[in-house]
Each structure stands twice: as C-alpha cells, then as structure tokens.
C-alpha cells in the first residue's frame, strides 16, 4: 500500500488546512494537534463571471489563511483533469505561497468498497462537534450535499495526519514511500 | 508560525457553540460583531471584562482561549523576571540574607511556572 505523500518535517503540532477543491468551491477544515478541530466550513463563489478560481483564492481562501497561519494546506488530487479544477488548484497553490502546499492521493483504503458517505458518517462520529451537520444520505437522482464536502476535508486531514505520523515514526510501511510530483504549473 | 498558538481561538469556541457573530457580541456585552470580529481575527485585543466573558461564555480557561497572547505575555514576564534576578544577585552582599533568600526562591518558582506556561509542559 503506497502511501503517496511528500515527507515533510512537519510534526503533529503542525496547524493544517485541508481543502476539498470543487469548480466553484471548496471545503475546508483547520486542524491543530492530534485532533483539535478549529474551524470548518465550505466557501463558494457566485460569481457568474469565469474568474471563478480567482474569486475562490483571493476571496475565499486568502482570510483564511490570515486568520489560521497554517503550517500546511493540504488537499486530494487524484485524477482531477477537469479544467476548471486544475485551474483553480493553481490558483490556490499560489495563493497558500510560502506555506507547503501539499497534493495527496488517496490510499486503497481510502477509496475501496467505501463511498464518500461512508466516510463523513465516519468523520461526524469521530469529530462530534460538526456530526449534527451529517447531511441525510442522498437518494438516486439527487445531486450532492454542499456540506459533503466540508467532511471530504476532514477525511483528506486526517489521512494526512495519518501519513504524517507514519513517516515520522518510520513504521516499516514508510520504506516504500513514493514522493509525489505536485500538479503541473 | 506553525507549532506556535494562535492569539485567541474565539472563532473555535464560537463555531462550536453554533453562534453567529451577531449573537457571540451580544453575549459577551458589545453593541455590534464588527468588534467581535476583529477580536477573531487578531486585530485588536479585548479588554478584561470582555475577555471574562468569552471565558464564561465558552467554559475554557482564558489562558486557554487566547494563548498566543498568553504566551507572549509569559514570554516578557520571564524576560522582566530574569532581570529582576539579576538585581537580587547582585545585592547578595546586602544586610538581610533570609529575606534575599526567600525572594531568589520564589523567583525561581516563578520562572518555572512561567516555563511550563511557554512550552506547555
């Protein structure tokens, strides 16, 4: 099992922003410690414009990287060849500037025989404070809840923090980490 | 910037307790969330009787709710501490030994607790 993860020389102490990137939003989360969860949410842009991943990174995302200061932003690529995504990651990525932005890709486990659902069933058990925000689960035909994402950054934070961990404690399955090129600029 | 603690973590508690910005001013005595708001995001600090009520208000310790700024304060407190140390040895020769004594030990206390405050252990 490849854990596909840039190592870094962050600690568990490390303040991070996990985001959940969309064409025209994100979510996010901010997570300091083990498991202290400071602040969570989604952000969307409304603007009818194409300026999207502008308005996403300037807007949206530059308060909170003033407010919070993290360490690290943080966020899934996998195989994201949407236009829209891969500009507004860009965009994003300049915008995080001196803090480490990381690309991470999912482990097997992270996306075998579990579906998204499954997983912020699992992130609203473990982190109570934002469970009641549990959308219902989605029938057939019906498109995605927005609050999905939020917990989709909650899962890529701590499977971070997961990794992290891992390699800082150079467990055997840290031998055979790959490093990841980060998305084309 | 990264292991550091933020100045107050008034946004965490408030997020937590589901309260808007309007509703978290009221509470703890200001007339609009404009005041509040700057207090989140660390641009200005909030006077005592203010911070005391965030500390009801939420249920966390105030060094707890705004350490960055405890931090800083304990960080100077230690800087004026060392200094004030300092003097003591170099009275040393005075008259009143006992006296100089019992104020190096409670000096010593004292720089201990304010360790354990700056580096949380």
């Given at each position: 099992m490849g854990h596909k993860i840039r190592k870094t020389h962050h600690t568990q102490s490390t303040r991070i922003l996990a985001l959940d990137v969309h064409p025209r939003s994100f979510g996010y989360v901010v997570v300091e410690s083990p498991a202290k969860l400071l602040d969570w949410g989604v952000r969307r842009s409304y603007q009818k414009t194409k300026s999207h991943p502008e308005v996403l990174a300037r807007e949206r995302l530059r308060p909170l990287l003033k407010i919070w200061k993290p360490g690290a932003v943080v966020t899934r690529v996998g195989n994201r060849r949407n236009k829209d995504v891969q500009s507004l990651l860009r965009?994003?990525?300049?915008?995080?500037?001196?803090?480490?932005?990381?690309?991470?890709?999912?482990?097997?486990?992270?996306?075998?025989?579990?579906?998204?659902?499954?997983?912020?069933?699992?992130?609203?058990?473990?982190?109570?404070?934002?469970?009641?925000?549990?959308?219902?689960?989605?029938?057939?035909?019906?498109?995605?809840h927005y609050l999905i994402s939020m917990f989709e950054a909650l899962a890529i934070a701590v499977q971070y923090r997961a990794n992290a961990i891992r390699l800082n404690t150079g467990s055997p399955s840290s031998t055979k980490k790959k490093i990841r090129k980060p998305f084309p600029s | 910037m990264t292991g550091t603690p933020l100045d107050n973590y008034l946004r965490t508690c408030r997020k937590k307790a589901d309260l808007s910005q309007e509703e978290a001013s009221r509470l703890v005595g200001l007339k609009n969330r404009l005041q509040f708001s700057r207090y989140e995001?660390?641009?200005?600090?909030?006077?005592?009787?203010?911070?005391?009520?965030?500390?009801?208000?939420?249920?966390?310790?105030?060094?707890?709710?705004?350490?960055?700024?405890?931090?800083?304060?304990?960080?100077?407190?230690?800087?004026?501490?060392?200094?004030?140390?300092?003097?003591?040895?170099?009275?040393?020769?005075?008259?009143?030994?006992?006296?100089?004594?019992?104020?190096?030990?409670?000096?010593?206390?004292?720089?201990?607790?304010?360790?354990?405050?700056?580096?949380?252990?």
């Open positions: 965009h994003l990525k300049k915008e995080a500037g001196a803090t480490a932005f990381l690309p991470i890709t999912g482990t097997r486990d992270y996306y075998l025989g579990r579906g998204k659902y499954q997983r912020a069933v699992e992130m609203a058990a473990r982190f109570p404070e934002i469970g009641w925000k549990l959308p219902p689960k989605r029938k057939l035909g019906d498109s995605e | 995001r660390c641009q200005s600090e909030p006077p005592l009787e203010v911070a005391l009520a965030c500390e009801q208000i939420c249920g966390v310790p105030t060094a707890q709710l705004f350490a960055g700024v405890s931090t800083a304060v304990a960080k100077r407190t230690r800087k004026r501490v060392r200094a004030f140390e300092r003097t003591l040895s170099r009275e040393a020769t005075a008259a009143a030994p006992r006296r100089l004594h019992r104020k190096l030990q409670w000096v010593i206390e004292c720089l201990a607790r304010l360790v354990r405050l700056i580096y949380g252990t």
